[in-house]
């Protein structure tokens, strides 16, 4: 019986596994196809590596997001974590019910959300652009910063407060010294989630932007529709290598502060 049940794991296993990341292999092989067709291989080439870089729009839209997602996630950090420091020093019996109201943008399903925005903005007469996308994006991503920040702060020894306080600290020093190195993980964690949210968002992209205005996800999207070209695969290589690379310069971080405190100890 237990036989039986390694093998039925393990080829669970193995079928996630090929449906996960061998249809990304095949991205980033067929990055490296002279021909445009990404159905037929003839033979090894970076021009598609090439027309990318000569790509305006693509470069364009890429800032774009760049500059979306690093202002809609700064926004939402700092919001979120005055939200969740103000939940935790403020006890209310309504606690509950604002802490539902302001997850509750996680839970509304995408194309709702983008409706509602572009029925708000086009009330108040707003143009559609950059400043809607960071104020819808903005909205979508301060659930993810109060939940990390909130559950962090629940965590913490309330007593470490109290002896700075009881040590003379005011709220400025308590906040700067105390808090927030203990809550700083959390922040990082969120904004990162927040970040990638941002970053990767379609759906209320396509509501809110203007004609001038492309992110990259929506500029993809858009070229999608004619057919997957080598130049997308090219494309989506590069972010898969800048990711990994991120993922282990973070291992490798993370691993030599282990070894390091290892050491001390």
């Avoid at 996308?133 to 702060?153: D, K, Q």
Wanted: aromatic share 8%; hydrophobic share 50%.
């Amino acid at each position: 019986m237990k036989k039986k049940r390694i093998k039925l794991s393990g080829i669970y296993l193995a079928v996630i596994l090929f449906l996960t990341y061998v249809p990304i292999l095949l991205t980033v092989v067929y990055s490296f196809n002279a021909s445009k067709l990404t159905s037929v291989w003839e033979g090894f080439s970076l021009k598609w590596y090439q027309e990318l870089l000569r790509d305006r729009d693509l470069r364009e839209a890429l800032i774009n997001s760049l500059i979306l997602a690093v202002s809609s996630c700064s926004a939402a950090t700092v919001i979120g974590t005055m939200g969740a420091l103000g939940m935790k020093k403020v006890p209310l019996k309504t606690n509950g019910l604002i802490e539902s109201i302001s997850t509750m943008p996680m839970m509304i399903p995408e194309i709702i959300l983008g409706m509602v925005f572009l029925a708000a903005f086009s009330l108040v007469g707003l143009p559609f652009g950059m400043t809607t996308l960071i104020i819808s994006h903005t909205v979508f991503c301060i659930p993810y910063i109060f939940m990390m920040v909130r559950a962090r702060l629940e965590g913490m020894d309330q007593s470490i407060e109290d002896a700075a306080r009881d040590l003379g600290a005011g709220p400025f020093r308590l906040f700067w010294d105390i808090t927030l190195p203990m809550i700083l993980p959390a922040v990082l964690s969120g904004m990162l989630l927040a970040f990638a949210m941002s970053f990767d968002d379609v759906i209320i992209s396509l509501f809110v932007t203007g004609p001038r205005t492309n992110t990259l996800p929506v500029k993809i999207y858009t070229k999608l529709k004619t057919g997957v070209t080598p130049e997308i695969n090219a494309l989506a290589t590069i972010m898969l290598a800048v990711i990994v690379s991120a993922l282990l310069l973070s291992n490798f971080i993370s691993t030599r502060k282990t070894r390091r405190k290892v050491r001390d100890i």
